[in-house]
């Protein structure tokens, strides 16, 4: 895992405050999840894996080969799944 497990502790807490915030707290279950086994370390949110430390998705800088911030990659990761989301329509009712 190229992370501190601060650096992703602390992102997944700045994620879950903001999501607190904005759901006045009530929305419990829309938190990220961190799960580990000790070897690896995954997030999850709504019950879908968003990143694994196993197979880390987020961008490398080729110069550099350091990855980006992780909180920037998980945010970006939820906003992706909140527009997926987005498009389901319940309305309609079958009889």
Same mark, same amino acid.
């Given at each position: 895992?190229?992370?501190?497990?601060?650096?992703?502790?602390?992102?997944?807490?700045? *994620?879950?405050?903001d999501?607190?915030?904005?759901? &006045?707290?009530? @929305?419990? #279950? %829309?938190?990220?999840?961190?799960?580990?086994?000790?070897?690896?370390?995954?997030?999850?949110?709504?019950?879908?894996?968003?990143?694994?430390?196993?197979?880390?998705?987020? *961008?490398?800088?080729?110069?550099?080969?350091?990855? &980006?911030?992780? @909180?920037? #990659? %998980?945010?970006?990761?939820?906003?992706?799944?909140?527009?997926?989301?987005?498009?389901?329509?319940?309305?309609?009712?079958?009889t």
């Amino acid at each position: 895992m190229n992370l501190y497990p601060e650096e992703l502790l602390d992102s997944v807490n700045s *994620i879950n405050e903001d999501i607190c915030d904005q759901c &006045e707290n009530e @929305e419990a #279950f %829309l938190s990220l999840f961190i799960h580990t086994d000790g070897f690896c370390a995954n997030v999850m949110w709504l019950g879908i894996y968003i990143w694994c430390s196993e197979n880390d998705e987020r *961008i490398e800088d080729e110069e550099t080969g350091e990855y &980006e911030p992780i @909180e920037g #990659f %998980l945010r970006r990761q939820v906003k992706e799944l909140l527009e997926k989301l987005s498009h389901i329509n319940l309305q309609k009712v079958k009889t």
